[in-house]
């Protein structure tokens, strides 16, 4: 008999992002290695998407059995109030100076639909993963988070069914980057709080992304035991490198950022030091690339540091063409959040940046973890928001090795990047399950 798991995940193709990436290939993965694979989310006319990414919906193993539901959540009323562009992108990264109406959208968040508005999902939920699990004999039951409402669906079936379930904290509760910016009253963080702990001491195992991430969880409650929370890394997809077209040979020298940033994120040192690398080497054509969604804050910041003649901006684009961005650059630029947590946050786009085999330049403390896996890769260096004099010499070292038209030296050890693919990653995950 074939080993069975039903993911309950809220975001699933044509959702985009990187948790729909994450148990797309994982639940691809399982499925091609013979488990019998049950997805259950919501209906793609009822849900409300940050991004989009059509392209994904043909990457979904045909061995997969995707059941989809209705649910109920407030963003009508959310667009009636504060007007039709008030779902923010990931981290409010569009959002620089946010308008008194702004800030009273996230206050009604914050404060009245604990914990998300997606919370009206495990009414639609709960039966349907019953009716699955009772039909095919489900063992194992995975609840994706965020939305971390998602998970309250995983514990009414722990409940009510013999099954293990599992609860993957993919991104934190809590201490997410953005929490301090929906502000929150102090009953109602009381509150969130309570409810995290009953989800993490409820669970049969709790999944998460990183050592630092793991610290945080067991930080909530002493009835956690540190072997109930395990790491499965978000990892790349080696089958879209695999498949990336060849990049295009530019005579420009490229420094590519993929993914969300928004003012918080304070890349302003990398702007400065590259302004003086751009300023000495006239004979050189620069590209600044974004490719994703950007704050107005950090368009500015570019154009203050005298950079937008090699500024370029692509919007969110569908994964596979972030790709073969990520393929066609000289080099990488990764700056993490500007947090109390700073040094526990792992952006998902750091494993593609190790799959691209470009150098890496990070911004981030010295200590977080991110920059520990690019050092242990030997895939770039990392440098603190005060050391504009080292990402100069960084960069002029790999402006020595540049020639036009020609790419850069690979960067990061083989073996050490072929362990955060997913197809390892996932015969970790099956291994936990079996």
Same mark, same amino acid.
């Given at each position: 008999?074939?080993?069975?798991?039903?993911?309950?995940?809220y975001?699933?193709?044509p959702?985009?992002?990187?948790?729909v990436?994450?148990?797309?290939?994982?639940a691809?993965?399982l499925a091609?290695?013979?488990w019998?694979?049950h997805?259950?989310t919501?209906?793609?006319k009822?849900?409300t998407?940050q991004l989009?990414?059509e392209?994904?919906v043909?990457?979904?193993?045909?061995?997969?059995?995707?059941?989809?539901?209705?649910?109920f959540e407030?963003?009508?009323?959310?667009?009636?109030l504060f007007?039709?562009?008030?779902?923010p992108?990931?981290a409010?990264?569009d959002e620089?100076?946010p308008?008194?109406v702004k800030?009273?959208s996230?206050?009604?968040?914050?404060?009245?639909?604990?914990?998300d508005p997606?919370?009206g999902w495990?009414?639609y939920?709960?039966?349907?993963a019953?009716?699955?699990?009772?039909?095919?004999g489900i063992?194992n039951?995975i609840?994706a988070?965020?939305?971390?409402s998602t998970?309250?669906?995983?514990?009414?079936?722990?409940?009510?069914?013999p099954v293990?379930?599992i609860?993957?904290?993919?991104?934190?509760w809590?201490?997410v980057?953005?929490y301090?910016?929906?502000?929150?009253?102090p009953?109602?963080k009381r509150?969130?709080r309570?409810l995290?702990?009953?989800?993490l001491?409820g669970?049969d195992?709790?999944l998460?992304?990183?050592?630092k991430?793991?610290?945080k969880?067991?930080q909530?409650?002493k009835?956690?035991?540190?072997?109930?929370?395990?790491?499965i890394?978000?990892?790349?997809?080696?089958?879209?490198f695999?498949?990336a077209p060849?990049?295009?040979r530019?005579?420009?020298?490229?420094?590519?950022?993929?993914?969300?940033?928004?003012?918080?994120?304070?890349?302003?040192v990398?702007?400065?030091?590259l302004?003086?690398?751009?300023d000495?080497?006239p004979e050189v054509a620069f590209?600044?690339?974004?490719?994703?969604?950007?704050?107005?804050?950090?368009?500015q910041t570019?154009?203050?540091?005298?950079?937008q003649?090699?500024f370029?901006?692509t919007?969110?684009?569908?994964h596979r063409?972030?790709?073969a961005y990520?393929m066609?650059?000289?080099?990488?630029l990764?700056?993490?959040?500007v947090t109390?947590?700073?040094?526990?946050v792992?952006p998902?786009?750091i494993?593609?940046?190790l +799959?691209a085999?470009?150098p890496?330049i990070?911004?981030?403390k010295?200590t977080?973890?991110?920059a520990?896996i690019?050092a242990?890769?030997?895939?770039g +260096?990392t440098?603190?928001?005060?050391?504009?004099?080292?990402i100069?010499?960084?960069l002029e070292?790999?402006?020595?090795?540049?020639?036009?038209?020609?790419p850069l030296?690979?960067?990061g050890?083989?073996a050490?990047v072929?362990?955060y693919?997913?197809?390892?990653i996932?015969g970790?995950?099956?291994?936990?399950l079996?």
């Amino acid at each position: 008999m074939k080993p069975s798991i039903l993911i309950i995940t809220y975001y699933w193709p044509p959702s985009g992002g990187a948790a729909v990436q994450r148990w797309l290939s994982l639940a691809n993965e399982l499925a091609g290695r013979g488990w019998d694979v049950h997805v259950l989310t919501v209906d793609e006319k009822y849900a409300t998407y940050q991004l989009y990414d059509e392209s994904l919906v043909a990457d979904i193993h045909p061995g997969i059995t995707v059941h989809k539901t209705k649910t109920f959540e407030p963003f009508g009323l959310y667009k009636l109030l504060f007007g039709k562009n008030s779902i923010p992108k990931p981290a409010f990264a569009d959002e620089s100076k946010p308008s008194l109406v702004k800030k009273a959208s996230r206050f009604v968040r914050g404060n009245f639909f604990i914990p998300d508005p997606r919370k009206g999902w495990k009414g639609y939920a709960v039966p349907k993963a019953l009716d699955v699990i009772d039909r095919f004999g489900i063992k194992n039951v995975i609840t994706a988070g965020p939305p971390h409402s998602t998970h309250f669906t995983g514990l009414a079936v722990r409940r009510q069914r013999p099954v293990r379930w599992i609860a993957d904290f993919h991104d934190l509760w809590t201490d997410v980057i953005y929490y301090d910016m929906l502000y929150h009253l102090p009953v109602v963080k009381r509150l969130d709080r309570k409810l995290e702990r009953t989800i993490l001491e409820g669970a049969d195992l709790v999944l998460t992304v990183g050592e630092k991430y793991k610290e945080k969880l067991l930080q909530k409650s002493k009835a956690l035991a540190p072997e109930k929370i395990r790491i499965i890394r978000i990892g790349y997809d080696e089958g879209r490198f695999a498949i990336a077209p060849p990049p295009r040979r530019s005579t420009e020298f490229t420094i590519t950022y993929s993914g969300s940033i928004a003012d918080f994120y304070r890349p302003e040192v990398f702007f400065r030091a590259l302004k003086h690398v751009v300023d000495r080497h006239p004979e050189v054509a620069f590209r600044l690339r974004f490719v994703g969604v950007l704050s107005q804050g950090i368009r500015q910041t570019i154009a203050a540091e005298g950079l937008q003649a090699q500024f370029e901006e692509t919007g969110y684009l569908p994964h596979r063409e972030a790709v073969a961005y990520l393929m066609a650059t000289d080099v990488l630029l990764l700056v993490n959040p500007v947090t109390k947590d700073e040094d526990m946050v792992i952006p998902g786009k750091i494993y593609e940046y190790l +799959a691209a085999r470009k150098p890496i330049i990070t911004i981030t403390k010295k200590t977080a973890e991110i920059a520990a896996i690019v050092a242990a890769c030997g895939s770039g +260096a990392t440098f603190e928001r005060t050391d504009v004099t080292g990402i100069e010499h960084f960069l002029e070292d790999l402006l020595a090795q540049w020639q036009p038209g020609k790419p850069l030296r690979e960067a990061g050890e083989e073996a050490c990047v072929r362990a955060y693919g997913r197809s390892a990653i996932a015969g970790e995950l099956a291994t936990l399950l079996a």
